[in-house]
């Protein structure tokens, strides 16, 4: 019986990808790089910010570099996390649902925790019970452990959740922890890497979530 749903952030319940990319190229001008495309960036979202930058920058760019742009990077996404970025239509309404039906909600992702927790609160309002981000000690995915952790948070065993991803980390970690997973298609990654990557569902529309959710409960999700 699912109790609790799970999301990743970045492409999944925000569109994020105008600040993310914004962010990115300012720190390129900054060290006078090339700047990068819309689907460059998309590329390398969802292994964290220090891997989306060895991504971006130039074959051959030292440790220390990349280090270096990272941070005038993360500086400034930081005072710009919230300038464009907003919920993919039909999000609201979706967790709007899920709340007053009971659900416990949780969001798991590669960013920083205080920025997931903040966007939480300015944007999502507070909806989910448990905001899960990188922090010190503590892998991120697709390691399973932000899932463990906000499983221990929640209640909840990993056959009482679902995962909700954008993204080939977003199945390995559901294959990893052990939960079921629903890719969806509006994100940053196509329906063929979702495919690939063993999604045990595949979305185009959020609505679609509660269909899943009621088919998986009527029928348990062995």
Known sequence: MIKGIIFDMDGTILNTIDDVVASVNYAMRYFNLPEKTVQEVKDGIGRGAINLIEDVVPRGTSEADIYKIYEVYQTYYDQHTNDFTAPYEGILDLLKTLKNNGYKLAVVSN???????????????????ISMGEMDGVPIKPAPDM???????????KDEVIFIGDSDVDMMTATNANIKSI?????????????????????DQPKDIIKIINEVNAHGND
């Open 111 to 129: 960013k920083y925790r205080y920025l997931v927790e903040a966007l939480n609160h300015d944007i999502f309002k507070d909806y989910f019970d």
């Open 147 to 157: 899932i463990h952790i906000a499983l221990k948070e929640m209640n909840l065993s």
């Open 183 to 203: 890719g969806v298609t509006w994100g940053y990654r196509s329906k063929e890497v979702l495919i690939k990557h063993k999604a045990d569902y595949i979305i």
